[in-house]
C-alpha cells in the first residue's frame, strides 16, 4: 500500500470508529508494523489531522468541520451503490427515490475514471418479486421512530384476528419480501415485532413515549442479545437440528420472518404465532 493511501486509511478507520483504535489494530487491518503506524500518526498529527491519543492507549478522530470528505475507493462505490441498489428495490417510494438519487450524486461527484463504477457496476441486485405492501406509511413511521412518538396499530395476525395496539416504534427490519416493525407494545409490556403487511389502520400519535428513543433501542438491543443466547439453547433442547445444525447460532430475523420462535419471558422480540397464544 502506498504511504498517501495508508495515511488516508488511518483517518477512515478512525472516523469509522467512535472508540479509541490502538496502534495494533490498525497495524493489522493495514497490514503494516506498529512503528509505521506510530510514524505515520506522527505525520497525521504534524498536519493538523484531528487526531488523538497516545501509544499503549490508542487513537480517537475528533470531529471537526474543516475535515474534508476522503475521496470514494472503487470498492466503496461499487458497496454504495450496491446497497442503494436493494434498497431502491425492495423499500417504499420515499427511500426508493432516496437511493436513487443517492446513486446520482455519487455519480456526479466522483471522477470521471470512476463514474463507470456507479453506472456500470460490477454486481447487482434482483428485481424483487412478491414483495408485501405495506399497511402504513413507512416514511411516516420513520419520522415517529426519529422524534419518539407513539403509533396506534390496529394489527391482524396469522389467523386473521385483530388487536388494537399503541406501540413505541424503534426500528424497522427490512427482510426481501416483508418488513417489520420492532416496538415496545403497551398491551403485551414487551418488545414485540409487528408485520408491517398485516396491519390494517395507524394513526401516528404526537405523544412522545417516555424514554429517549436511544435509550429505548439501547433496552432492545440488549433484549435481542440476550434473545439469541435462548433461541440457541432452545434449539439444542428440541433437537431441532435440521434448522440450527449442530445447534450452531442462528439468525433471528430469519426465524422472525418464518415465525418459528419467540420468548416473551426473556423479553424477546418476537412472533406473531405467541402473541395469538397470550404472550
Not at 415517529?144 to 388494537?164: N, V
Not at 416496538?183 to 414487551?190: H, I, K, P, T, V
Request: hydrophobic content about 40%; charged content about 30%.
Amino acid at each position: 500500500m502506498r504511504r498517501a493511501d495508508r495515511l488516508l486509511q488511518i483517518i477512515e478507520i478512525l472516523r469509522r470508529t467512535p472508540e479509541a483504535v490502538t496502534a495494533e489494530a490498525l497495524a493489522t487491518e493495514l497490514a503494516a508494523s506498529k512503528r509505521t503506524v506510530y510514524r505515520d500518526i506522527a505525520d497525521l498529527i504534524s498536519q493538523r489531522v484531528p487526531i488523538r491519543g497516545e501509544a499503549g492507549v490508542g487513537y480517537v478522530l475528533q470531529a471537526r468541520r474543516d475535515l474534508p470528505p476522503l475521496m470514494l475507493t472503487p470498492d466503496e462505490i461499487e458497496a454504495a451503490v450496491l446497497g442503494a441498489q436493494w434498497v431502491a428495490r425492495h423499500s417504499d417510494t420515499v427511500l426508493a427515490r432516496a437511493a436513487e438519487d443517492l446513486i446520482g450524486k455519487i455519480g456526479a461527484v466522483v471522477p470521471e475514471r470512476l463514474r463507470p463504477y456507479v453506472f456500470e457496476p460490477a454486481t447487482e441486485t434482483p428485481p424483487a418479486r412478491g414483495l408485501a405492501a405495506d399497511g402504513l406509511d413507512m416514511a411516516r413511521v420513520r419520522v415517529q421512530i426519529r422524534a419518539g412518538r407513539k403509533i396506534a396499530l390496529r394489527y391482524r395476525d396469522e389467523q386473521g384476528r385483530e388487536t388494537e395496539r399503541v406501540i413505541w416504534p424503534v426500528t424497522v427490519g427490512y427482510m426481501e419480501t416483508i418488513r417489520h416493525l420492532i416496538a415496545w407494545c403497551e398491551l403485551r409490556q414487551d418488545f414485540r415485532s409487528f408485520r408491517t403487511d398485516r396491519v390494517t389502520t395507524a394513526g401516528f400519535l404526537d405523544e412522545r413515549y417516555p424514554e429517549r428513543p436511544s435509550v429505548l433501542r439501547a433496552k432492545w438491543r440488549r433484549t435481542l442479545n440476550r434473545a439469541k443466547k435462548t433461541i440457541s439453547w432452545w434449539f439444542c433442547f428440541l433437537d431441532l437440528s435440521r434448522t440450527s445444525p449442530d445447534c450452531a447460532p442462528v439468525n433471528l430475523w430469519d426465524l422472525v420472518d418464518r415465525n418459528r420462535i419467540g420468548d416473551a419471558a426473556q423479553g424477546a422480540v418476537l412472533c406473531d404465532r405467541f402473541e395469538t397464544s397470550g404472550f
